[in-house]
Structures are given as C-alpha cells and as structure tokens.
Antibody, heavy 120, light 107 residues
Framework: QVTLKESGPVLVKPTETLTLTCTVS??????????VSWIRQPPGKALEWLAH???????SYSTSLKSRLTISKDTSKSQVVLTMTNMDPVDTATYYC????????????WGQGTLVTVSS | EIVLTQSPATLSLSPGERATLSCRAS??????LAWYQQKPGQAPRLLIY???NRATGIPARFSGSGSGTDFTLTISSLEPEDFAVYYC?????????FGPGTKVDIK
C-alpha cells in the first residue's frame, strides 16, 4: 500500500524551530519523476505550498518562506524532513506532505496531515 | 510567483444542479493545472490533473477545461457528497501555488 505519514511536535513555542518528518511507504524516494512536497493549511484557510524535493535531490521553496525552510530526504529511511525556523503563532496549521508522480505536477497522494500549534 | 484566483468564493446550489468553478492564473501555466476537493477534517483529494484529465476513480460528472490562464471545473449534476471546498493548483517551473478555494454549499 502506498502511503505518506507526517510526524512531529504538536506544540512548538514562538522562535523555536519546527522539524517535521514525512515517512513514505510503497514507493522509493529515488524513483525517477517522483517528488514530495510540504503543504500547510491554517485553520479555516487555504492550502499553502511550502517546499518540494525531487528524486534527484533538487529542491524548490516558496518564495515568501524560503529563508526559513529546509527540505531534505533520507532515501534509505524513506523519509522527507522539513525544518522551519523562527516559528510564530501565524504558522499554526495542519502540515501535509504530498507526492508528485510524473511531470504534470499534481498531488495524487497525500498524508493525513499533522496539526502544529505555535504558542507559548 | 504565479497567483491563482478562484471565483466565486462561495457557490450555493441544490443537489442535481450544475456547478461551474473558475480558476484564473496571473500568467500562463500552460495546462499544468490541477483541481482538488477537500472536505472538513480531510486531506485534499485530486480530481483533475493537466487541466482536463480525471484522476483515478473520479466520477465522470467532474470535468476540467482550459489552458493558459483560464480554467474551469464543472460538476455536471451535484451529488450530496460533492458539497465541499475546491482548490486549483499550478506547477509552473516547479514552483507551486494554490488558489484560495471555492466553497460549494447546499442552497
């Protein structure tokens, strides 16, 4: 079965660094034309793309958040990791990882999401 | 960065009616446009990719059209399970953006 699952802290304090892990199963992160993105959604608001990592380890980042984000992967562990520095209450959101397969750039597979709250 | 605009923000319709949702890009995205459905408490579900191709398992009542900057998602006859929020998404130069969403609710 092909799945993605997010994990990480439920609560972080302002100014802290958030580290989220997406563990995939049923496919390899090294498969050609395969990539994983992180996407977030504040409560009651729209989806916001954050970062993407390709099978060849190339990366792309949201222009507005680029200075705070780092995406990486460990193919042997089937994990994609996102770090976001200097967390703020406005970063409170459900964070999703999602897979792209192929060239069209659509997210055909999503994790269940993990809610991260930023509060002191 | 390409900005996606969706209209209307809310669409109030009855079951059996036709829904027409619009997505406009600030510059051409060719056909690299996808549509998603999201229900409360759930992750988004892919409906349409490459502007007009239905994803696996998506009913034929969902159709997509358009290219360049103007795109449309049509639901030919609304079923009770179709009342949800719909997002468009593009991937120009492998930088991605989502639209603000259209909520389809029951009239």
């Amino acid at each position: 079965q092909v799945t993605l699952k997010e994990s990480g802290p439920v609560l972080v304090k302002p100014t802290e660094t958030l580290t989220l892990t997406c563990t995939v199963s049923g496919f390899s992160l090294s498969n050609a034309r395969m990539g994983v993105s992180w996407i977030r959604q504040p409560p009651g608001k729209a989806l916001e793309w954050l970062a993407h990592i390709f099978s060849n380890d190339e990366k792309s980042y949201s222009t507005s958040l680029k200075s705070r984000l780092t995406i990486s992967k460990d193919t042997s562990k089937s994990q994609v990791v996102l770090t976001m520095t200097n967390m703020d209450p406005v970063d409170t959101a459900t964070y999703y990882c999602a897979r792209i397969k192929g060239d069209y750039g659509d997210y055909s597979l999503w994790g269940q999401g993990t809610l991260v709250t930023v509060s002191s | 960065e390409i900005v996606l605009t969706q209209s209307p923000a809310t669409l109030s319709l009855s079951p059996g009616e036709r829904a027409t949702l619009s997505c406009r890009a600030s510059q051409s995205v060719s056909s690299y446009l996808a549509w998603y459905q999201q229900k409360p408490g759930q992750a988004p579900r892919l409906l349409i990719y490459d502007a007009s191709n239905r994803a696996t398992g998506i009913p034929a009542r969902f159709s997509g059209s358009g290219s360049g900057t103007d795109f449309t998602l049509t639901i030919s006859s609304l079923e009770p399970e179709d009342f949800a929020v719909y997002y468009c998404q593009q991937r120009s130069n492998w930088l991605f953006t989502f639209g603000p969403g259209t909520k389809v609710d029951i009239k």
